[in-house]
């Protein structure tokens, strides 16, 4: 009961959290140098020991077996270990208009201990078929990980944006047919390339960022401690 527990939670913050993200403000898109309203949004919360979730939320409703091919490619690439996998499809407004199809799952470790490197290319290449991708990892704000920084080839606009705790990478496919990216190998954070060169806005909406997820795993854990967790629609797996 207490892992469906917290998947409930899990599931409900990803997709509220997703919902805001995908909205957007212009405020966030044009002054953190990301995407307004990208075409898919993947936040991986990597603070928890040996039990980190990711949430991958589409803007509109797609087929869960695509949702699924995805996430198969993600695996392949990553090596991430996937457990209790749910697809669903959520709406953020009480009305329910405008659903959207929201993946989690968890994953034992997300970054390689030995290289220490958080993971951007394999997850550019699972989600390659999408224009305009979000990538946000919220890590422990103490940790010293090779991060990738701004980068541009023929075949991608990689623009990055970084405060303690919190790594966004707004990335633009300009050609999706590449095998391999070959992006350069990042320093560790806080070098030249890395967290740096950010704005007070961006600091802004990172702060605002990991206030939000707080917030709604605080309510959302009451709400489930507090009453029965009643069935949740939804494919799941794992």
């Not at 496919?173 to 704005?199: C, I, M, R, W, Y």
Request: aromatic fraction near 8%; hydrophobic fraction near 45%.
């Amino acid at each position: 009961m207490k892992a469906v527990r917290v998947l409930a939670v899990i599931s409900l913050v990803a997709v509220f959290l997703g919902g805001i993200l995908m909205c957007g403000s212009r405020v966030w898109g044009e002054n953190a140098g990301v995407s307004a309203k990208p075409d898919i949004l993947i936040l991986v919360n990597a603070q928890m020991k040996n039990a980190n979730w990711v949430s991958i939320t589409y803007p509109n409703v797609v087929k869960h077996s695509q949702a699924q091919m995805h996430l198969s490619t993600l695996v392949a690439e990553t090596g991430w270990r996937v457990t209790n996998t749910t697809i669903t499809d959520e709406s953020v407004m009480s009305s329910g208009k405008d659903p959207m199809t929201s993946v989690q799952f968890m994953t034992p470790q997300v970054i390689d201990p030995a290289a220490n490197i958080l993971p951007v290319e394999p997850v550019i290449k699972a989600y390659k078929d999408y224009a305009n991708i979000q990538l946000i990892y919220i890590v422990p704000q103490n940790a010293r990980l090779r991060a990738m920084g701004s980068y541009e080839n023929k075949y991608v606009t990689i623009t990055f944006n970084g405060s303690p705790g919190t790594y966004r990478y707004g990335i633009h496919v300009k050609n999706p047919s590449f095998q391999s990216l070959n992006l350069p190998t990042p320093g560790l954070s806080g070098e030249a390339g890395t967290v740096g060169g950010q704005n007070t806005v961006a600091r802004v909406a990172a702060a605002v960022l990991i206030v939000l997820l707080a917030i709604g795993i605080a309510i959302l854990a009451f709400m489930f401690t507090n009453r029965a967790i009643a069935g949740r629609g939804g494919t799941k797996s794992g």
